[in-house]
């Protein structure tokens, strides 16, 4: 096994996951990559084509599609959520613009378990209308799941399709991601790792989105409810260390990965996250201008411009359970010696 494959089985002993599978290349293919584990704690042995929850790396995704409805003159990244949202008209939220809910400025607040009070689709959609702003938009980076599901339907409205289809018609159809996709089927289920044993479910979850809020969405949202296999995830980071030729102009791609909240306190582009330099989740050993996403289940994508390279890590960090801490330390470290692979 490689040095990757080390600190990744290591990272098991730990049982900081349950499996964990990799991929670290540049946009001519994978230099290194495997899987290591197991699906679950007490399941078989992984193959390399299960199916992972993306969590929030759903969220680039996602903003790749907006990105490509931009260029196409479908979406403006200074359109506001009134203008494509009738319901949104007048309200708190009626400015709001596709850029400031792209990097997470538009004052809307994080984590918010809407589900616990909202069990509905339209409630949790009400919920989300009336949830009251943190700050004002513009002022400050706060990290909004909420801000991404107002995406995704200020994306469907403006499109006139759904956000699934619109992912599967500008992203994954494109590259060739034939096994990404929101709500598994029954073929899917099987193939998925597991995540967490869920209280609110009463059950181990495997092949339904982790993440509460877009379960009670329907499985398809701007923030969360990809799954994808290692071979579909390595697709994209290829491409993104390419420039994503196949998705966007050289000149969107370049506006979608600069930063564009340099005066704030944390770096942020188009849906993807720079590279912090105090408390990155990667560590300090990629370069300035490098950019991704990670994911609550144990995921991410990274892109380092510089070296040409993308790096793709995939666990299960949250099963059986989300308290825990583990993955911090192996993502540092698998992305410490990432950046060394020949």
């Not at 001519?28 to 197991?38: K, N």
Request: hydrophobic share 40%.
């Amino acid at each position: 096994m490689s040095a990757l494959g080390d600190i990744l089985a290591a990272g098991r002993t730990r049982r900081a996951y349950s499996g964990a599978a990799w991929s670290v290349g540049t946009a001519a293919g994978p230099l290194d990559r495997g899987w290591t584990g197991t699906r679950a704690w007490d399941g078989p042995a992984l193959t390399g084509d299960e199916l992972w929850d993306l969590a929030s790396v759903t969220k680039p995704v996602v903003g790749l599609a907006v990105m490509a409805l931009v260029e196409r003159g479908t979406l403006d990244l200074a359109g506001t959520a009134g203008q494509y949202l009738p319901a949104y008209r007048g309200g708190d939220k009626a400015g709001l613009t596709v850029h400031q809910l792209l990097t997470h400025t538009s004052g809307l607040p994080g984590q918010v378990r809407l589900y616990r009070e909202h069990p509905t689709r339209e409630a949790l959609l009400e919920a989300l209308r009336l949830l009251p702003p943190r700050s004002a938009p513009g002022v400050r980076v706060e990290y909004s799941s909420q801000g991404f599901i107002l995406l995704g339907l200020i994306a469907e409205s403006a499109a006139g399709e759904p956000l699934d289809t619109l992912v599967d018609r500008l992203v994954c159809a494109p590259l060739g991601m034939k096994d990404t996709g929101f709500n598994p089927d029954a073929a899917g289920r099987a193939r998925a790792v597991a995540t967490e044993d869920c209280p609110w479910r009463g059950q181990v979850v495997a092949g339904e989105v982790h993440d509460e809020n877009a379960v009670v969405l329907g499985g398809v949202a701007g923030h969360a409810g990809l799954f994808a296999p290692l071979a579909d995830v390595e697709r994209l980071g290829q491409s993104l260390a390419g420039g994503a030729k196949e998705l966007l102009r050289p000149e969107t791609f370049a506006l979608m990965t600069a930063a564009h909240t340099d005066s704030l306190a944390l770096r942020r582009g188009l849906a993807w996250q720079g590279q912090d330099l105090v408390g990155s989740p990667v560590g300090p050993s990629l370069g300035p201008d490098s950019f991704g996403h990670t994911g609550f289940t144990g995921t991410s994508v990274w892109v380092d411009p510089a070296t040409g390279r993308y790096a793709v890590l995939l666990t299960n960090r949250v099963h059986p359970s989300r308290d825990g801490e583990g993955i911090v330390a192996v993502r540092h470290a698998f992305h410490t010696a990432a950046a060394t692979v020949t």
